[in-house]
């Protein structure tokens, strides 16, 4: 019930400790001006924080649209280094490759994943020799190679993981001959980290970092990369006998723990905004390098929303990426890059 204006007045003119205020406690002293605000927030965002993916394909001068992610193209190898130019201008620090491989190249076994000269390798070379400065990280998984879609070997309905991990190990030691910074595994199968790690170590590639997808769910929200990468349709079944669960928290930290033994350089979570708790959990735990993969689906929803005026663009985005660094993540994979450095650059 509104309270009438004489009651109003009765309970104002009452004073605040008659109406059991707290005097002292104030929160909102410290949220009265911009410059107060700025100065106790504590965490911000920059640029520092924000690794980009892109997709590749094969061709020259070409863009193709991706109708379940807004605003994000599949670039040929020339295009691709026209967008490492742009990222490396805006001082994003690095970028993650996707290939969408053509289909007639994908067999059972992703052997294509081997080619010294597949897509990934053209491209690493390729902004390797025009934009050296900008970091290169590539995903480490048959499933943009394989004609079922699974991240690895596929026999009689089942993944093999033992043999699945010995073509991990060639597949990043192929990448990393053609300038990969990063190796990121996003495959999930068991003993994958360590035994890159050693196929790395063993040809020299000692510097060569690894950033384990070490929590990846089974999730609906990489609907859209599916497309992108051209797996939706072909895709038999479900990743769940090697993604995660999503009703499980002990496990990623189980997981991490595998992973942080076996020589994990940072820690990766994915999805990004469904999983938060995970990144904390993270953190918390080991105190590695941790970073979060605000996803495909992640991105379709708030660019969704936005291309509809449904929300303010700026300050979802913001917003939604600032929640990743206060739960404890040191950088974030977001499509959002570089509309985020650009906004940043301009706001000096
Ligand atoms: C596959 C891979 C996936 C993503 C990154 N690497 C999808 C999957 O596991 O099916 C998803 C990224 C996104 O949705 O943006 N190895």
Redo the contacts with the bound molecule.
């Keep these: 019930m509104p309270l009438s204006k004489s009651r109003l007045h009765a309970v104002t003119d009452a004073g605040p400790a008659v109406r059991g205020l707290d005097l002292v406690h104030r929160p909102r002293r410290n949220r009265k001006t911009d410059w107060a605000r700025r100065l106790v927030r504590e965490s911000t965002l920059t640029v520092d924080d924000l690794i980009w ?1 892109i997709f590749v394909m094969g061709g020259t001068a070409s863009r193709a649209a991706i109708p379940s992610m807004p605003g994000v193209e599949r670039l040929t190898v020339d295009e691709a280094v026209k967008a490492a130019e742009m990222a490396a201008k805006l001082k994003i620090p690095a970028l993650a490759i ?1 290939p969408y491989v053509d289909p007639a190249r994908r067999d059972p076994t992703g052997s294509e994943a081997l080619n010294d000269n597949n897509l990934v390798c053209q491209t690493l070379r390729a902004i390797k020799a025009a934009v050296p400065e900008i970091g290169l990280i590539t ?1 480490v ?1 048959l ?1 943009p190679f394989t004609s079922h879609g699974h ?1 690895g070997l596929l026999q009689d309905g089942r993944i093999l993981n033992d043999e699945t991990v010995e073509i991990l190990v060639r597949q990043a030691l192929v990448q990393a001959e053609a300038g990969a910074d990063v190796i990121a595994p ?2 999930m199968m068991d003993g994958r980290v360590g035994a890159i790690r050693a196929g790395l170590d063993a040809a020299g590639y000692t510097d060569v970092q690894i950033m384990s997808y070490a929590a ?1 769910y089974a999730s609906a ?2 609907g ?3 497309d992108a990468i051209g ?1 939706a349709k072909t895709l038999s079944g479900d ?1 769940r006998t090697y ?1 995660m669960d999503p009703g499980n928290g002990l496990e990623a930290i189980r997981e991490a723990a595998l992973d942080v033994d076996e020589g994990a350089d940072m820690l990766m979570v ?2 990004g905004l469904p999983y938060l708790d995970i990144v904390f959990r993270l953190k918390e735990a080991f105190g590695l390098p941790t970073f979060a ?1 605000q ?3 992640e ?1 379709a929803m708030i660019e969704g929303a936005i291309r509809n005026g449904w929300v303010d663009g700026d300050r979802i985005v913001t917003e939604s990426l600032v929640a990743f660094k206060r739960a404890g993540a040191d950088g974030i994979l977001t ?1 959002f890059a570089p509309r985020v450095a650009q906004r940043l650059a301009e706001q000096g």
């Design positions: 993916p996707f995903d998984a499933d991240d996003s495959d990846k929200f990489y859209p990369f599916r797996t990743k993604q994915k999805p993969y996803v495909s689906g991105y499509y």
